[in-house]
């Protein structure tokens, strides 16, 4: 199988990766020193992409697809706290979480109006806001290190993919 989309934890001691070695997309973490890798199951008709860490390290956001759409997931990484909680819950593709710096905050894509768009919600998966325009298609979006913008690649007329950015008023 193969290991791909390796992501620091913000302590940088551990990383978490996505792996299809047992035939399905699983989200995996271990301590960068080396050691026993540990698997996140969601049963085995999910598939788990895009891991990324809160702030504090003590959480993390990745997308899955389960039960035939795909969601945006948060796993409690407290030993006592395992289980995962899912943010969104719609009919739609979302996708591609990032934690703002504060950790407050969740941005992501989803395509719940026809293109994708890139969205903010509370890190609990309320007060969900569309931020770009519905006339061009934006992906991976990433919080500046203030948490006061926002970039992402987008399809807007000639800047094909070009990345963008947005000033926040939070």
Not at 23 to 29: A, F, P
Not at 82 to 102: C, E, I, K, Y
Not at 158 to 166: C, I, V, W
Request: include cysteine; hydrophobic fraction near 40%.
């Amino acid at each position: 199988g193969n290991d791909m989309n390796p992501v620091w934890s913000a302590d940088g001691k551990k990383l978490a990766f996505v792996s299809n070695r047992d035939n399905r997309s699983v989200i995996y973490s271990m301590d960068v020193a080396g050691g026993e890798q540990t698997g996140l199951t969601l049963g085995a008709e999910a598939l788990a992409m895009n891991p990324t860490w809160s702030p504090d390290g003590a959480k993390r956001a990745f997308d899955a697809n389960k039960e035939a759409n795909i969601d945006i997931y948060v796993q409690a990484l407290a030993p006592q706290t395992h289980g995962w909680t899912r943010l969104t819950d719609n009919l739609a593709v979302d996708m591609m979480s990032s934690w703002s710096p504060d950790g407050k905050k969740l941005a992501f894509v989803s395509n719940r109006d026809g293109k994708y768009a890139v969205f903010i919600m509370d890190s609990d998966g309320e007060n969900e806001t569309r931020l770009t325009p519905k006339e061009m298609n934006a992906w991976w979006p990433r919080w500046s290190p203030d948490g006061t913008r926002i970039v992402f690649n987008c399809n807007a007329g000639a800047d094909f993919r070009a990345p963008k950015s947005l000033d926040l008023a939070l």
